[in-house]
């Protein structure tokens, strides 16, 4: 059942999620919500199609719409009340893994988001380029820069910037990206799923 496929995704949209939040409540709260789009919108999604690409699609519109309700809302945070940060990391492996986050955290939301579509989620440049509603040229541009700025900050040639409260959530999404990135940042291009996905913007928006 595509409900069933949903739920198996959930893992992985919790990944972009957190790539375009940079915050794991606010990760949760992404996908749930565009789950209940998705769900609510079943009778759009054509079976055949990229089902993955489709619910990517509808968590990034989703992002975006609520990031312009929020403009419309007043905000004041008491940072007293914020939860005291994690641990600091005890070991080597653990300070990579959040050295590797603050990078990608410095990267522009657009390059950010390209690289995790197309390194870490396994899409290709045509999907993510559906997904973000821009051209083919235009994500393989924010991958090929983005993956160089990584690469510089990782091998110290820049400087990674400061990060607060990245707490265990924030560095198990590291994780997933370095595994699944490691391979694609040493090569000179990441190769592309044959599956392609049109019209996906169109039926997700």
């Known amino acids: ?6 739920v198996a995704l959930v893992p992985q949209l919790h990944t972009f ?6 915050d794991g409540v606010r990760a949760d709260d992404l996908v749930q919500e565009a789950l209940m789009r998705a769900i609510h919108n079943i009778e ?6 990229n089902l993955k690409a489709w619910l990517f699609t509808i968590v990034r519109n989703e992002h975006y719409s609520q ?13 007293d009340l914020l939860p005291e940060p994690s641990v600091p990391p005890d070991h080597d492996g653990k300070l990579e893994l959040r050295d590797l986050n603050r990078a990608l955290a410095s990267l522009s939301p657009g390059q950010r988001t390209a690289l995790i579509l ?24 924010r991958v090929a820069r983005a993956r160089e700025t ?6 110290g040639t820049l ?29 000179p ?7 392609t996905a049109p019209g996906l913007a169109a039926a997700a928006s």
Not at 44 to 49: E, I, S, V
Not at 122 to 133: Q, T, V, W
């Open 1 to 6: 059942m595509v409900t069933d496929d949903m």
């Open 159 to 187: 400087p990674i910037p400061e990060m607060e409260n990245q707490d265990d959530a924030t560095v198990a999404t590291a994780r997933t990206t370095r595994q699944r990135m490691s391979s694609c940042l040493k090569s």
């Open 44 to 49: 759009r999604f054509r079976p055949g199609t």
């Open 67 to 79: 990031l312009r309700r929020r403009k419309f809302e007043a905000h004041g945070v008491d940072t």
């Open 189 to 195: 291009r990441v190769s592309s799923m044959r599956v």
């Open 150 to 155: 990584l690469l510089q900050m990782l091998d």
């Open 118 to 141: 197309v390194s870490a989620s396994g899409f290709s440049y045509e999907e993510a380029a559906a997904i973000c509603g821009c051209a083919v040229g235009t994500i393989k541009s």
């Open 17 to 22: 999620a957190r790539s375009l939040t940079r």
